[in-house]
């Protein structure tokens, strides 16, 4: 694991706009870069540290000698590299890729320093493949050739991550590059804004695939020329952030410049991913942009990686400045793991033992007898080992038939349960027409959709097992021609697995992984399907089922309150019809109220019957009105709170009116009482007592009349306080039901999307249940080649103890023969 390695460069204060040029208001010392203050010194807080910082007057070269040359030669080496240039418009990083006349720039040091590095490696052959694209407006075009544009990009197990279509030109030597990455320059795109007369508007992505392999010239040492590294050099000069108001462009430059924008935040949005600790990382969004596509082994994966950001030191640049230290800062705490992408094909391991033995055969030759005993029993030890070896690998074969056959056991037990969670998920007919009689909310659109969607998810779309960012080359030697374009773009691998692939696990190619030899790591089975061992495809489909039962459960609680709810619906619903009983109660007490009253007026009193049929005239008609208004409620329970003020308003008139009759039926009964006091005095002593007696009794019966009539009102008033009362409470009920039906609207709808997102899943663990069969197909078709080769390496090895036999019997000659020679030697000497 190696950090990336981040520089910043600060361009020289150009006057590359008049108005904007005025002054340098950064100081570089060493690897730091700090923010000026007016008076020069140095604000707090405002000062970076990098692995370089290259003030105004430092040149390419030196950039290229600290910051790129490294990852030059290690792409020679076979290991993956890229150095790109980040930073706002004008800032410098087209100057540090290309260079000028004068000062070349990185990508003409590094072809130079290539092919003089491969001139040195007098060992190796090398097979050197360029191409050169942009990305403008988030289309790839093929600088090389004209006629291709709007390149997709594709992934596949043998190839990574490639652009399909991109002409790859096959080279020889530095010139022949640089001519052509000069005709690819002219057809890149450049545009003149206010802040840059020849400002990229796109990003440029100079690519050189190296491959490299022993020359095969027949020494006898231990190295297996067979072996192929292949490494992938990317060399980016980025477009540069811009602000709008600052470029001043419209119309095709607006387009570019929000283009632009928009892929370096998506740069940043990944480097600041890859900054947080894996714990906190999560998903990489690389494939939210073709610009963090292409790089994204680059950014966390098996490359060597160097990011030059260039600043501008104009104060009115200070902002953007700021921002890109920031993205530099952020991008300094990426690790990659870069490692040699060395392929080893059955041959050159062959020829690896191969030279062993001959090595040993030598050996034997030239050496005396003891040696070669101990040679010979080197030998049978190492044929012993050899042995135990195979048996060791025959039974892990054997074991792994075991296994993979459990596995098909499990994966078909899982597509079982699957399925049965699937007819789960999906609500049973009767059960959504159940809820739509019963007044839920569930709109047929909402059901027709959440169906079409279970439609969509049925469709797997077919991700394929990861492999490694390196090509298979075993028929290496027969296809120098190797062509870029995709095999078939079917096996695309997801994000995650590329992302588990690329932390410095080499392809697991062929049957290489069962030879000791071999340089480099393989995938396990199981990191070769990252996501998709079976035992987290049950725990998946153990989440499944939990989820499903949760939602099962909230379906049945949210049914039973809807039935609840119901029931307080029904209740509420009968309190209008109460309410219109008990005002038709009164209706009938007040209409005897009046008659009671109307028969104590006496006859010739005009204005008392008249105030008292007015009256019940305006009292019936308010409880009749009362009456209707509750009548009506009752089939319509939208109305019922609205005309709630209604009836009480006409309670409160009613009231008001009957206390005013009462009050009207008082004063009259005084002025009754007042009027007979003055007749009585009138009237002659001799009737006064019977008269008195009279006048007294039918007062009692009125004073007694009129209590109960006082009484009788005060009942109704406290009826009608209680219907109001009854009124409040079920309209703050029926409030609350609303609110709950509300709520419970939510939760349904939050439901909805449960299960939705449940069956998303479902399709997606279908979809990797037909890739881990997929995989398994292959990994059985693997098996049965590791077989095959088994077999031949048993017979190798049978003739190998054959010959070793008639070695081991042709020594025990030669040592007998030298023993008998030492023995008759040495009884000649004796007879001497
Ligand atoms: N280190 C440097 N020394 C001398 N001149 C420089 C240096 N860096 C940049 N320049 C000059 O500044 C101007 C803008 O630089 P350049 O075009 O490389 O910027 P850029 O970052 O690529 O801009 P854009 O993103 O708009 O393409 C050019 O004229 C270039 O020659």
Excluded at 362 to 384: C, F, H
């Amino acid at each position: 694991m190696e950090k990336i390695c981040v520089a910043v460069r600060v361009r020289p204060p150009v006057a590359v706009s008049q108005e904007i040029s005025n002054g340098n208001h950064w100081r570089v010392e060493d690897n730091h870069i700090s923010l000026l203050k007016s008076d020069g010194t140095p604000i707090s807080g405002v000062t970076y540290a990098f692995d370089h910082v290259f003030d105004e007057s430092c040149t390419n070269a030196r950039v290229y000698e600290l910051l790129t040359k490294d990852i030059i030669h290690a792409a020679v080496e076979g290991f993956n590299g890229t150095a790109f240039a980040y930073g706002q418009t004008s800032s410098g990083k087209t100057f540090t890729m290309n260079g000028s006349e004068t000062d070349p720039g990185i990508i003409h040091r590094a072809v130079k320093d290539i092919f003089n590095k491969i001139q040195m490696m007098s060992d190796r052959e090398f097979l050197i493949r360029v191409s050169y694209m942009e990305i403008y407006n988030e289309e790839i075009n093929d600088l090389f050739a004209l006629e291709n544009q709007k390149l997709q990009i594709h992934e596949s197990l043998e190839r990574g991550i490639f652009v399909a279509g991109l002409r790859e030109e096959i080279v020889n030597n530095a010139e022949q590059v640089l001519e052509l990455i000069a005709a690819g320059e002219v057809n890149r795109h450049f545009g003149e804004t206010n802040m840059n007369v020849r400002s990229s508007r796109s990003h440029t992505i100079f690519r050189m695939v190296i491959e490299s392999k022993e020359k095969d010239n027949n020494s006898s040492n231990y190295s297996c020329g067979d072996a192929i590294r292949v490494s992938v050099l990317n060399l980016v000069d980025l477009a540069g952030s811009e602000r709008i108001a600052k470029t001043g462009a419209g119309g095709v430059r607006l387009k570019e410049g929000k283009h632009i924008n928009k892929s370096l935040m998506a740069l940043g949005n990944v480097i600041n991913k890859l900054s947080d600790s894996p714990k906190q990382r999560g998903h990489i969004p690389y494939r939210d942009s073709k610009l963090t596509r292409i790089l994204q082994p680059a950014l966390g994966g098996n490359a060597k990686t160097s990011i030059i950001c260039t600043v501008a030191p104009e104060e009115v640049h200070v902002d953007e400045t700021k921002g890109t230290l920031q993205f530099a800062s952020r991008a300094k705490r990426i690790t990659n793991c870069a490692q040699v992408n060395e392929i080893l094909t059955d041959a050159a391991l062959l020829k690896r033992q191969k030279l062993e033995i001959e090595e040993l055969r030598k050996k034997l030759e030239g050496s005396r007898a003891e040696v070669l005993e101990q040679e010979i029993l080197k030998l049978r030890n190492d044929m012993l080992k050899y042995e135990a070896d195979r048996e060791k690998l025959e039974m892990q074969l054997e074991e792994e038939r075991k296994s993979h056959k459990e596995r098909d056991q499990r994966i078909r037990e899982q597509q079982m349960r699957i399925d049965n969670l699937s007819s789960l998920v999906t609500f049973p007919e009767h059960d959504r027409n159940s809820v739509q009689n019963s007044g839920s909310q569930f709109s047929k659109e909402e059901i027709n959709d959440s169906s079409s969607k279970e439609d969509v998810f049925r469709t797997p779309s077919f991700k394929a097992a990861p492999n490694a960012f390196v090509a298979k080359r075993s028929n290496y030697s027969r296809r120098t021609d190797y062509s870029p374009l995709p095999d078939t773009l079917s096996n695309v691998a997801d994000e995650e697995t590329w992302l588990k692939m690329n932390k410095g696990y080499i392809a697991d190619l062929d049957s290489i992984q069962m030879t000791p030899a071999r340089k480099v790591q393989s995938f396990p089975l199981s990191d070769m399907t990252p996501g998709l061992s079976s035992d987290d495809y049950r725990q998946e489909v153990e989440n499944l089922r939990r989820q499903l039962e949760l939602i099962t459960e909230e379906k049945n609680e949210l049914e039973e309150e809807i039935s609840e709810l119901k029931q307080e619906a029904s209740v509420i619903g009968e309190i209008p019809q109460r309410l219109c009983k008990s005002v038709a109660n009164c209706k009938e007490i007040f209409k005897d109220i009046l008659l009671t009253l109307q028969s104590f007026v006496p006859d010739g009193e005009y204005s008392t019957t008249k105030l008292l049929s007015s009256t019940s005239e305006i009292g019936i008609s308010l409880l009749s009105n009362l009456e209707s208004y509750l009548l009506v409620d009752k089939d319509n329970h939208d109305s019922f709170p609205r005309n709630d003020s209604l009836v009480q308003e006409h309670c409160k008139v009613l009231s008001e009116s009957i206390r005013g009759t009462i009050t009207s039926l008082v004063a009259s009964e005084k002025l009754a009482i007042q009027n007979k006091e003055v007749e009585n005095t009138i009237c002659s002593c001799d009737y006064k007592d019977s008269t008195l007696e009279g006048e007294t009794t039918s007062k009692d019966k009125l004073s007694y009349e009129l209590d109960s009539i006082k009484e009788k009102y005060n009942d109704l008033e406290k009826k009608l306080d209680l219907n109001n009362q009854l009124l409040e409470v079920s309209r703050e009920k029926y409030t609350s039901l609303e609110r709950k039906l509300q709520l419970l609207k939510g939760e349904r709808d939050s439901l909805l999307e449960t299960v939705s997102e449940s069956s998303q899943k479902l399709a997606l663990v279908k979809d990797q249940k037909e890739n881990v069969l997929k995989d398994l197909n292959s990994e059985v078709r693997r098996r049965k080649d590791l077989e095959e080769q088994i077999k031949q390496f048993s017979v190798a090895f049978a003739s190998r103890q054959r010959s070793f036999t008639s070695f081991q019997s042709e020594f025990k000659s030669k040592i007998e023969k030298l023993r008998s020679l030492d023995t008759v030697s040495a009884s000649k000497s004796l007879g001497c």
